[in-house]
């Protein structure tokens, strides 16, 4: 199994740009999430999908858009960059565990794009 | 809201000793706790959970975490440090809104062992 999968690794991006970031999970988790990281800041969500065929965002969502595209696969763009989204990119997955009794809510993550936007 | 905070930015401990890094959450139901950890360029790993019963919950590596209800705590130890250990990491509580497994995360903390 190779878990959880991001491409790119590195990116840089002029201000104005647009990029998908790609991300897929072979462990048939029903969720996926794209996080950013920040020094002191820790990891902050920004898009979620609880299920095949949903998104909904999250805590820091303007200036992102996703699309669940099955299943396995989970992309996150970038329509305009901007210098404020320079940082680091994680994708997590998680199991199923919805209802009760709970059965895994554990988040397994990506190795992470990082992005510098000029 | 959930939360979780991580007091110490930066802990320090010579190899061989006790490491404990501190974590302490609220919630407004049972709390479903979560330690990873962040090695350098890289992604982060899970560590382990607490989710109901035993409050001591041993995970991967040699950590260990103890659940402490009435401090609202969750503090991750190890009872000897390596200097492997070196790395970032992560208290997470479960988001209990939507219904999806949301995890928030605290803000993290620095462990350096010294040789």
């Known amino acids: 199994n190779a878990g959880v999968t991001q491409t790119p690794k590195f990116q840089v991006l002029k201000t104005g740009q647009s990029m998908t970031l790609q991300c897929a999970q072979d462990m048939n988790h029903n969720s996926m999430y794209w996080y950013r990281q920040d020094p002191g800041m820790g990891l902050r969500l920004i898009y979620y999908?609880?299920?095949?065929?949903?998104?909904d965002k999250g805590e820091v969502p303007n200036g992102y858009n996703v699309s669940r595209l099955n299943k396995r696969e989970f992309s996150l763009r970038l329509e305009s960059a901007a210098p404020s989204q320079t940082s680091v990119y994680f994708c997590?997955?998680?199991?199923?565990?919805?209802?009760?009794?709970?059965?895994?809510?554990?988040?397994?993550f990506g190795p992470g794009t990082r992005l510098t936007v000029t | 809201a959930q939360s979780v905070a991580q007091p110490e930015d930066q802990v320090n401990v010579a190899e061989g000793n006790p490491l404990t890094v501190k974590c302490t959450y609220s919630?407004?139901?049972?709390?479903?706790l979560f330690w990873y950890v962040q090695y350098p360029n890289r992604g982060l790993q899970f560590l382990l959970k607490y989710i109901t019963g035993d409050n001591l919950v041993k995970g991967s590596y040699g950590f260990e975490a103890e659940f402490n209800k009435s401090q609202t705590s969750f503090h991750l130890k190890k009872p000897s440090a390596l200097v492997s250990d070196s790395a970032l990491y992560f208290c997470a509580v479960r988001d209990y809104g939507g219904a999806t497994n949301k995890l928030i995360f605290g803000t993290g903390t620095l462990l350096a062992v010294q040789p």
């Open positions: 997590a997955s998680s199991g199923p565990g919805q209802g009760f009794p709970p059965t895994s809510y554990e988040q397994y």
């Open positions: 999908s609880a299920s095949e065929g949903t998104t």
């Open positions: 919630v407004s139901g049972n709390p479903y």
